[in-house]
């Protein structure tokens, strides 16, 4: 069995399965949230004294909606997560065997490279736009690629070589031919042809240390941006990107990339409302990164991620507005620029871009369980005043 949790290796499941819990085998199986039956907080009451409490999603559970606010409202918000139960709606039973998912038994891995040299504005152009059409049409939780997760890795042009990563179910009889078609489709007409660097069959227990999906080093200094796409890029918003990955004024030096991940599938079979998470109609998930170590370095590429994320984003704000193309941003990829009217000049602020309309909720969540606003940070879910 298997909790479809997350992909980094140095992220634990606390505040992971709190903001959603997103990772390979999402499009399979949905959310790890979607899986989540109770939650053990450590609530401070309006008194001033801690308590344990356990919310379950029983809908006569008076606790309910404490459980609902840890289905993706985000860590720090309402008390300490001391324990998480999961089990899938309707199973039945005792047997934990049958309580949740099941992983494929083995995976297809699979990794190419396109060559920055040779790689045009238009050949790149064609490569993210096929990206984006590819999984517009291949993303219905009855997908025959449902079990397909990818990363395709925009790095800056000064690391050398653009990245596609990609696993599934290789249990399938058509696995080849289904990685085969998705890879073809997704280097149609780039101009450059792309060199594989691995093909192969591994068990589902060596594909989750498969370090194709590897998280960076927890001694990194770092700045994460996030994107949710219900359609591809937009030719300008690739224009944004492919401008900021190729400056010359810019010397990346672990790592400064866009990154495109599968998304979609049994996530989308679940309503906006049913957890904290809104976002459920999206069919990509896009991380801005930028990855470095010298702190004296920090502002130069601080710079960079937020021009690039301004740039790409330049029509709706700076920010990938909710109710277009773009359905906000991930709530785990904190980040306070969208605090910020330097870096966010939309009209929706950083919880609408979080929570959609379900921050009214969780503010009611919060006024209940952390009345005194114990739990706060720079963008906590406020109480009611």
Same mark, same amino acid.
């Given at each position: 069995?298997?909790?479809?949790?997350?992909?980094?290796?140095?992220?634990?499941?606390?505040?992971?399965?709190?903001?959603?819990?997103?990772?390979?085998?999402?499009?399979?199986?949905?959310?790890?949230?979607?899986?989540?039956?109770?939650?053990?907080?450590?609530?401070?009451?309006?008194?001033?004294?801690?308590?344990?409490?356990?919310?379950?999603?029983e809908?006569?559970d008076?606790?309910?909606?404490?459980?609902?606010?840890?289905?993706?409202?985000?860590?720090?918000?309402?008390g300490?997560?001391?324990?998480?139960?999961?089990?899938?709606?309707?199973?039945?039973?005792?047997?934990?065997?049958?309580?949740?998912?099941?992983?494929?038994?083995?995976?297809?891995?699979?990794?190419?490279?396109?060559?920055?040299?040779?790689?045009t504005?238009?050949?790149?152009?064609?490569?993210?736009?096929n990206?984006?059409?590819?999984?517009?049409?291949?993303s219905?939780?009855?997908?025959?690629?449902?079990?397909?997760?990818?990363h395709?890795?925009?790095?800056?042009?000064?690391?050398?070589?653009?990245?596609?990563?990609?696993?599934? @179910? #290789?249990?399938?009889?058509?696995?080849?031919?289904?990685?085969?078609?998705? !890879?073809? &489709?997704?280097?149609? *007409? %780039?101009?450059?042809?792309?060199?594989?660097?691995?093909?192969?069959?591994?068990?589902?227990?060596?594909?989750?240390w498969?370090?194709?999906?590897?998280?960076?080093?927890?001694?990194?200094?770092?700045?994460?941006?996030?994107?949710?796409?219900?359609?591809?890029?937009?030719?300008?918003?690739?224009?944004?990107?492919?401008?900021?990955?190729?400056?010359?004024?810019?010397?990346?030096?672990?790592?400064?990339?866009?990154?495109?991940?599968?998304?979609?599938?049994?996530?989308?079979?679940?309503?906006?409302?049913?957890?904290?998470?809104?976002?459920?109609?999206?069919?990509?998930?896009?991380?801005?990164?930028?990855?470095?170590?010298?702190?004296?370095? @920090? #502002?130069?590429?601080?710079?960079?991620?937020?021009?690039?994320?301004?740039? !790409?984003? &330049?029509?709706?704000? *700076? %920010?990938?507005?909710?109710?277009?193309t773009?359905?906000?941003?991930?709530?785990n990829?904190?980040?306070?620029?969208?605090?910020?009217?330097?870096?966010?000049?939309s009209d929706?602020?950083?919880?609408?871009?979080?929570?959609?309309?379900?921050?009214?909720?969780?503010?009611?969540?919060?006024?209940?369980?952390?009345?005194?606003?114990?739990?706060?940070?720079?963008?906590?879910?406020?109480?009611?005043s």
């Amino acid at each position: 069995m298997v909790i479809p949790a997350g992909i980094c290796q140095n992220v634990g499941m606390g505040g992971h399965v709190v903001g959603g819990a997103y990772g390979a085998l999402n499009r399979l199986h949905g959310l790890a949230v979607d899986h989540l039956y109770a939650v053990e907080v450590v609530v401070v009451g309006r008194s001033g004294a801690a308590r344990a409490v356990v919310a379950t999603r029983e809908p006569d559970d008076p606790h309910r909606e404490l459980w609902w606010a840890h289905t993706g409202g985000g860590g720090g918000n309402f008390g300490i997560v001391t324990r998480y139960w999961f089990r899938t709606p309707g199973a039945k039973g005792d047997d934990p065997a049958a309580l949740l998912p099941k992983p494929p038994p083995e995976l297809l891995l699979h990794v190419q490279n396109w060559p920055w040299a040779g790689l045009t504005q238009e050949g790149f152009t064609r490569l993210v736009r096929n990206a984006g059409t590819w999984f517009e049409a291949n993303s219905a939780p009855d997908s025959p690629y449902n079990s397909l997760f990818s990363h395709l890795r925009l790095t800056h042009q000064a690391h050398g070589t653009v990245t596609l990563a990609a696993q599934l @179910d #290789a249990t399938r009889p058509d696995a080849e031919k289904l990685m085969s078609d998705f !890879t073809a &489709a997704i280097g149609e *007409g %780039v101009g450059v042809a792309a060199r594989q660097t691995q093909h192969r069959t591994v068990p589902w227990v060596h594909g989750v240390w498969w370090n194709g999906f590897a998280g960076t080093n927890p001694n990194d200094r770092a700045k994460y941006k996030s994107a949710y796409l219900r359609r591809g890029f937009t030719d300008d918003q690739i224009a944004g990107i492919y401008r900021n990955l190729t400056r010359a004024d810019y010397q990346p030096h672990l790592g400064s990339m866009v990154q495109l991940a599968a998304y979609g599938g049994r996530v989308n079979t679940v309503g906006p409302e049913a957890t904290a998470v809104p976002q459920r109609d999206s069919v990509v998930k896009v991380m801005f990164a930028s990855v470095w170590q010298p702190p004296a370095d @920090d #502002a130069k590429h601080l710079q960079w991620i937020r021009e690039c994320y301004r740039d !790409t984003f &330049a029509a709706t704000g *700076g %920010v990938p507005a909710r109710g277009g193309t773009t359905d906000g941003c991930f709530v785990n990829y904190a980040d306070v620029d969208l605090n910020d009217p330097r870096w966010n000049s939309s009209d929706q602020p950083w919880h609408e871009l979080y929570y959609g309309g379900n921050y009214a909720r969780l503010r009611q969540v919060k006024t209940r369980w952390d009345p005194r606003d114990v739990f706060r940070h720079a963008q906590s879910v406020q109480p009611l005043s």
